[in-house]
């Protein structure tokens, strides 16, 4: 690590920590996007189409497994240093990726909370159709 007294990144806890931080929020977007998945696939084999609340609920689980996953990835840049945003480094392109995709309009974090949040209180029909 520049500008340190460690001969290897890893032994750095200051990377260590970073490092569980972002494993932690990557699993919890991978559990949050698997539930979903699965109660779709289970709706569908069923024949039955889901209704409001859990929609909502899906939609919020996209919002959180999208904003965890970026916070993840911005966690690992900053771990790898200036060298993560070279052209050359493919870890700047998934940063961009993932940037640009939790940014989409199905997806957006804030208006899935809202959705989730009303359909809790039973509001519902308020924010989307897309829901």
Same mark, same amino acid.
């Given at each position: 690590m520049t500008y340190t007294f460690y001969d290897n990144q890893a032994a750095a806890p200051t990377t260590q920590l970073a490092v569980a931080q @972002? @494993?932690?929020?990557?699993?919890? %977007?991978?559990l949050h996007a698997y539930r979903a998945a699965a109660e779709i696939d289970e709706a569908a084999a069923q024949g039955t189409y889901l209704d409001y609340d859990a929609r909502a609920r899906?939609?919020? &689980?996209?919002?959180? @497994? %999208?904003?965890? @996953? !970026? %916070?993840a990835i911005r966690i690992l840049v900053s771990v790898h240093g200036a060298g993560s945003f070279a052209e050359a480094n493919p870890l700047q !392109?998934?940063? !961009? &990726?993932?940037e640009a995709g939790s940014r989409h309009a199905l997806v957006n974090p804030e208006v899935s909370t809202e959705v989730y949040g009303k359909s809790l209180l039973g509001i519902r029909g308020t924010v989307t159709e897309l829901v």
């Open positions: @972002a @494993a932690s929020l990557i699993d919890s %977007a991978q899906m939609r919020m &689980d996209t919002g959180v @497994a %999208a904003v965890n @996953a !970026r %916070a !392109r998934i940063w !961009r &990726d993932s």
